[in-house]
């Protein structure tokens, strides 16, 4: 009924002074209104208009279907706890505030406590824009969570693992196709091998290398025809990604192939014991390396071996390395009835080539007892030759061992044991925390004064990764140390460990 | 936490509530206290009385409650303050306010000082002079914009708005600067600007038609008129009259800028007379807001309202709060439009009044979200999309307690009351976009 009135006000009463006219109550009630100028007039009329209006408001009639949320399986977390979250929520996103959020959900889904629905909108758009912590967040939104997903678009990514997987790798972009055949590599291997295949010839290399990576996931011996197929493709990439899952398979015909090229390149000496009358001396176990032929086998090429070498070393030794890299080295205990740290003693000349070939082949493998033997060996011995990616495929107890090793050295400067720490991803126990505490308090002794750029960083390093409940240990034992020039990286390193620690004890204290 | 008077303090409490930071700490029945060390050579002496929340600290930060005392709370919360024995900087603090409490009683019990009622009435009336002036050039500019047509307001910015609002605030009419104000940003407010304008501009006509004949107007309407221009009767003299007495719920509370002002709107709901109320507090700067009403509590006492029909009212007195368990409401948006209607009558230059409404579903189409009560009927939600999402998550499909504001068209959310716990409504933008 304003419309009238609101076209007369948006030219001006100045140009259009028509009269609107009304009826009924409302009429009359204009009607009464002292006579005035135009304007007086329409704004008196607009005036007792929008009041009849606001007046008389009613509610409109609205058939609602029902659709309610069935209850909760988990307690909700403490009120503190949600507002931790929710100030973890808000802050602007860096590595930080993504570690402490993931460590909030890692600690509700261990205590069995789920998001309280206050929080659900802010958790959910968080895992819209965070894709590699949904499988975090996702346990502990609970059944009102998985309910209000449904109903938005914007929360609907966790449903493709329901869709259908054939769709999605017909029509998805890289990313989707990408997903969608690590999930169901998981639950239907035989499947997503077959998937992959239907489409090889149209896909880009880079789409092929993924693809090949994504058989990793419950890689098993039906696996290998198509992997060896794909030993012949044009890309260097795909037929490497090809050769280093094929060596994770000890009962297949590359593996012997490279086998019975590698055995006559090392030959294992044992030791000879020294005489009495000493006529001989004694001498210790040794590997002879006997380096690959001149002349390069085109056959090699295939098998995924490239033939110039890419960094500064001799042809041959580059060889050597890249066959015996494809060699499970369980190959060797075996076939010397060795132990990996007798083996990794005997090296002699062109050791270094053979350690290097050997941490490689142990991390295709993921052969733990290797891994953990080699890299013992690089710390103790150098920590340059120290492989870091391999870190992380070494369980925790070993890369635990490794880390306070490492620590402990005196040989280590604070610059590599930043680096060293950034490579690896575990959680520090209390002995590592203590060994890499030592060598911070060292480093304080020598140069409190100088703010030191590396301290800085392995303090805030170290503040995502200690136990959070060493916090009040460590305020107690770092209370008079001498901080000085680098008292803010420590004030920083508590104020991360206090909210941790409280994460913590929220979660704990609050079990049920 | 919802004690901190923003989020840069909530974090910098957070990061206090390390025991490192404090050089003591102890605690008795009555109070916690601390001796932080900040930036200065002397620690900070920080104390909480905690029957009334009451916060005190020798930093010299204004904002109020300070970093400190949350942090110290945090601690406290935590269990890792110790019973001691108080300090003497403590007791005297407490004693001070034990002293300042007995005289505010003693003033209170004592009878009234017999107002100046001949001077005041005086100020008062030269005040009503100048507004009078001040609200006449208003009148000539609103029938100034409606001759040329209001076609081109968007286009002038906020500017044009604000030179009017700055005379309105010379001629002492603070609440006419603010509708002013409300008019510019209705203007760019986009597609759809010209009804609610058009409304707004004729509200304000209305206003100084009024406040020219408010010689002829009843006392009552013409004190009205006052009030919403900006021209309120003395706190005093309101709390001179009689209350109405009732459960009162503390329904919600806003804070809103204005220059530098901060002004603290808190609605209440008389559970018996059915009546919104809204009691009005200032604050300058960062300087500390009233916190003697919470949202989601309750008292006993008396309320007195600046008018028969207004809503804006003043605590007279009131029992120790209680924690709130539900939101005795309206049982249907039509009993609250009725209410509103109501209010509306007696006071045509109201805005919104904020009504509790039992067992309501929040429900969207697009983005546009509305509640439906048992009654099967429906209205309009003026809430971002994030806002309804969170009403979403909070009802799971179920009917829930809900505080509107209303405003005669569509319906604000503030708060809502699931499963007896206290929820306000009032989120960051940008969620579920």
């Given amino acids: 009924m304003l419309e009238e009135l609101v076209k007369q006000a948006l030219v001006g009463t100045g140009r259009a002074p028509e009269k609107v006219t009304f009826t009924g109550q409302l009429g009359q009630a204009i009607g009464s209104l002292p006579a005035g100028s135009p304007e007086t007039m329409l704004l008196q009329t607009a005036a007792l208009c929008s009041a009849y209006q606001r007046c008389g408001q009613k509610p409109t009639t609205a058939a609602l279907e029902a659709n309610l949320a069935s209850a909760d399986h988990l307690a909700e977390s403490s009120p503190r706890a949600g507002q931790i979250v929710d100030q973890l929520l808000a802050a602007p996103d860096s590595q930080i505030s993504q570690h402490l959020i993931v460590e909030w959900f890692q600690h509700a889904s261990a205590s069995n406590q789920r998001v309280p629905h206050w929080l659900l909108p802010r958790v959910l758009d968080y895992a819209a824009g965070h894709k590699r912590w ?90 290998e025809p198509i992997l060896e197929k794909v030993l012949d493709d044009k890309s260097k990439r795909v037929r490497l990604a090809a050769a280093e899952l094929l060596t994770a398979l000890p009962q297949s015909a590359f593996v012997r192939r490279m086998t019975e090229r590698a055995i006559p390149l090392l030959n294992f000496v044992p030791p000879v014991a020294g005489q009495i009358l000493k006529l001989k001396r004694a001498k210790p176990a040794t590997i002879d390396v006997t380096l690959p032929p001149e002349q390069f086998d085109k056959a090699l090429v295939k098998d995924g071996i490239v033939e110039k070498p890419t960094e500064n070393m001799g042809i041959r030794q580059w060889w050597l390395l890249q066959i015996i890299s494809f060699v499970p080295p369980l190959t060797w205990t075996m076939r010397w009835n060795l132990t990996p740290e007798q083996c990794i003693e005997a090296l002699g000349e062109f050791g270094d080539v053979v350690f290097r070939g050997w941490q490689l082949a142990a991390k295709r493998c993921s052969d733990q007892a290797w891994l953990r033997t080699l890299t013992l060996a690089a710390v103790k011995e150098n920590i340059e030759k120290l492989d870091l990616s391999v870190l992380n495929i070494l369980h925790r107890t070993d890369q635990l061992e490794v880390l306070t090793l490492i620590a402990e050295s005196p040989r280590t400067e604070l610059d590599a044991l930043v680096r060293i720490l950034d490579a690896s991803k575990c959680e520090l126990d209390r002995r590592a925390t203590l060994a890499v505490i030592d060598k911070i308090e060292y480093q304080l002794s020598l140069k409190a004064a100088a703010y030191q750029y590396h301290l800085a960083q392995l303090l805030q390093n170290l503040a995502l990764r200690v136990p959070p409940q060493m916090h009040d240990e460590l305020t107690t034992r770092w209370a008079d140390q001498k901080w000085e020039a680098n008292r803010k990286a420590l004030d920083q390193f508590f104020e991360l460990l206090v909210l941790r620690r409280d994460m913590k004890r929220e979660f704990s204290t609050h079990e049920r | 936490m919802q004690l901190a008077p923003d989020p840069a303090s909530a974090k910098a409490g957070q990061g206090l509530s390390s025991i490192r930071k404090w050089v003591s700490v102890g605690c008795d029945a009555g109070a916690v206290w601390g001796e932080c060390q900040g930036s200065g050579a002397k620690p900070y002496q920080v104390q909480v009385e905690l029957a009334e929340s009451a916060f005190k600290c020798s930093c010299p930060s204004r904002k109020f409650p300070c970093k400190h005392s949350l942090g110290l709370m945090l601690l406290w919360t935590a269990n890792e303050v110790k019973v001691s024995t108080r300090p003497a900087w403590v007791d005297e603090w407490l004693a001070s306010r034990a002293d300042r409490a007995k005289k505010k009683q003693e003033k209170a019990e004592e009878p009234p000082k017999p107002l100046d009622a001949e001077a005041q009435g005086k100020r008062r009336a030269k005040r009503v002079d100048r507004v009078r002036e001040g609200i006449a050039s208003l009148r000539i500019w609103a029938e100034d914009l409606i001759r040329t047509g209001i076609a081109s307001a968007p286009s002038q910015g906020y500017g044009h708005f604000d030179e009017p609002a700055r005379r309105m605030i010379d001629a002492q009419a603070p609440g006419a600067a603010r509708m ?76 809103e800028l204005e220059d530098r002002l901060r002004v603290q709107r808190t609605w209440l709901f008389g559970s018996t007379t059915r009546r919104p109320a809204m009691v009005l507090t200032f604050a300058h700067g960062t300087g500390p807001l009233d916190a003697s009403l919470q949202p989601g509590t309750g008292f006993d006492g008396e309320v007195c309202f600046f008018g028969d029909n207004q809503i804006r009212a003043a605590v007279k007195n009131k029992s120790t709060a209680v924690l709130l368990e539900g939101l005795p409401g309206l049982e249907s948006l039509d009993a609250a439009c009725a209410v509103f209607g109501r209010l509306l009558t007696g006071l045509p230059w109201l805005e919104e009044a904020v009504v509790p409404l039992r067992a309501v579903v929040p429900t969207h189409i697009g983005e546009q979200w509305y509640l439906t009560d048992a009654r099967q009927e429906a209205m309009t939600l003026n809430c971002s999309n994030s806002g309804g999402w969170l009403l979403m998550a909070l009802s799971g499909g179920t009917p829930i307690d809900v505080a509107v504001a209303m405003d005669g068209s569509r319906l604000r959310p503030l708060a809502a009351m699931v499963g007896g716990r206290y929820a306000t409504l009032t989120v960051r933008a940008d969620v579920g976009g």
């Fill in chain 1, 134 to 223: 949904r499988s975090v967040i996702i346990p502990t939104i609970d059944v009102r969570g998985e309910w209000l997903m449904k109903l938005n678009s914007r929360w609907q990514f966790a449903m493709t693992a329901d869709a259908d997987v054939d769709q999605i790798w017909q029509t998805g972009n890289q990313d989707q196709r990408r997903t969608a055949i690590r999930q169901l590599r998981e639950t239907d291997s035989t499947r997503a091998r077959s998937l992959i295949e239907s489409t090889w010839d149209q896909d880009a290399a880079e789409e092929r290398v993924d693809f090949i990576e994504s058989l990793a996931i419950g890689l098993g011996p039906t696996d």
């Fill in chain 2, 180 to 255: 002013i104000r409300q008019l510019g940003s209705i203007a760019m407010s986009g597609a759809g600007w010209q009804e609610p304008f058009l409304r707004q501009l004729a509200v304000l006509h209305l206003l100084t038609s009024a406040v020219d004949q408010i010689e002829n107007l009843p006392k009552q309407i013409g004190e009205d008129v006052l009030t919403v221009i900006g021209v309120p009767q003395g706190q005093d003299e309101v709390l001179g009259r009689a209350g109405v007495a009732d459960r009162w719920h503390v329904l919600a509370q806003e804070v």
